[in-house]
């Protein structure tokens, strides 16, 4: 990606691609999927977005699937990696709209909740980072007045 609106654009293709070839997946809220990628990809420049094309820092503690390890070496888990960064997005959904820690998420998508901003807080499993809420929510700012 050589820029930050050129990274939401190859994410929102992908959102777009999967959306229109799996039957079996719900829609998610994209703008927070984008400030969420953006954040824990940085903006698709960290050695696992680039490397593993996995935008979401999604983990594995399956070490017989392929990952790479974090650079403080846990040894307990890796964060997995994808063929392709549509993968990744896919996992993402699949985890937000299947995942049991998810399930106030859904509960305001099945309830029409259109505010991004309001989806953040169903994310207190997602990241251990006591201020990953108010960074989240930063980007979704920051993609409001800056990109689209």
Known sequence: HTNNQQFLDNVLQCVTYIEHTTSDIYPVNV???LAQAALESGWGNSRFARVG???FGMRT???????????NNPKKWG???YV???DSVLH???????????SEYRKLRDNGETDS??????????ASD???????ISIIKKIRAEYK
């Open 31 to 33: 703008e927070l999927l």
């Open 53 to 55: 094309k996995n935008l």
């Open 61 to 71: 503690y399956d070490l017989q699937e392929p990952h790479m390890l974090p650079s």
């Open 79 to 81: 964060v997995k990696v």
């Open 84 to 86: 392709h960064e549509c």
């Open 92 to 102: 993402y959904i699949q985890t937000i709209n299947n995942g049991s820690h998810y």
């Open 117 to 126: 901003i309001k989806y953040v807080y169903t994310l207190e499993a997602y």
């Open 130 to 136: 006591e201020n990953y809420f108010s960074k989240v």
